[in-house]
Nanobody, 125 residues
Framework: VHLVESGGGLVQSGASLRLSCVAS????????MGWFRQAPGEGRKFVAS????????YYADSVKGRFTISRDNKKDTVYLQMNNVKPEDTALYYC???????????????????WGQGTQVTVSS
């Protein structure tokens, strides 16, 4: 699966952004998808994930109530709506996919098989 993220940019604190991740496979609807982020000098951290049908979603505590993950299986795309962003949200954001996600929460990098190249989000105060 080839994943391509877009939608990042430089925004002010309190603004909104929507990240998109387009997958190259026709069977996108069978993949569990996740968003991770990596700030300078830090490891890649879980942000949100969504089951293949979109029935279940999961969030890191740090973004709960501000970010929303969704997917459109007809467009082979997963989204991350980011509202009320904060300077601490500044990071390189990656989408990831795994065929074996099931319906559980998957927060570890090692649980995902495919990764995009990332899109940079920078939030100024």
């Amino acid at each position: 699966v080839h994943l391509v993220e877009s939608g990042g940019g430089l925004v002010q604190s309190g603004a909104s952004l929507r990240l998109s991740c387009v997958a190259s496979r026709d069977n996108f609807s069978t993949y569990y998808m996740g968003w991770f982020r990596q700030a300078p000098g830090e490891g890649r951290k879980f942000v949100a994930s969504i089951t293949n049908t979109g029935e279940k979603v999961y969030y890191a505590d740090s973004v709960k109530g501000r970010f929303t993950i969704s997917r459109d299986n007809k467009k082979d795309t997963v989204y991350l709506q980011m509202n009320n962003v904060k300077p601490e949200d500044t990071a390189l954001y990656y989408c990831a996919a795994t065929f074996y996600g099931g319906t559980y929460m998957h927060t570890d990098v090692s649980e995902y098989d495919y990764w995009g190249q990332g899109t940079q989000v920078t939030v100024s105060s």
